[in-house]
């Protein structure tokens, strides 16, 4: 079962059930998907968390506040996305590092 995650850290997750995992920011994945990840849909809300047809969660500091639809489409296409996600990842320019100092 893959997995679509709106993490607390303010980076989005896309787990498929085998392979490399996609991580980045809110900013990168709209890019690399071609559409921003849906806005969390309740104040406070620091989380989304959906499991393909086991989980669909709703969180504010690990506590679950409300459920979404146990079949999410949105995720589901997401998930299956994970090749060109991570395609366009990796035809990204790395971010530059600054000097230390």
Request: aromatic share 2%.
């Given at each position: 079962m893959g997995e679509f995650h709106h993490h607390p850290d303010g980076l989005i997750y896309v787990r498929p059930d085998t392979?490399?995992?996609?991580?980045?920011?809110l900013a990168h994945f709209q890019a690399d998907y071609g559409?921003?990840?849906?806005?969390?849909?309740?104040?406070?809300?620091d989380e989304q968390l959906y499991t393909q047809n086991v989980r669909h969660a709703y969180k504010r500091s690990g506590m679950v506040l409300s459920g979404g639809p146990r079949v999410y489409t949105w995720g589901?296409?997401?998930?299956?996305a994970i090749a060109s996600l991570l395609a366009a990842q990796?035809?990204?320019p790395?971010?530059?590092?600054?000097?230390?100092?």
């Open positions: 392979g490399t995992v996609y991580v980045d920011t559409q921003p990840a849906p806005a969390l849909p309740l104040d406070g809300t589901d296409n997401c998930i299956a990796a035809a990204r790395p971010t530059p590092t600054p000097p230390p100092g």
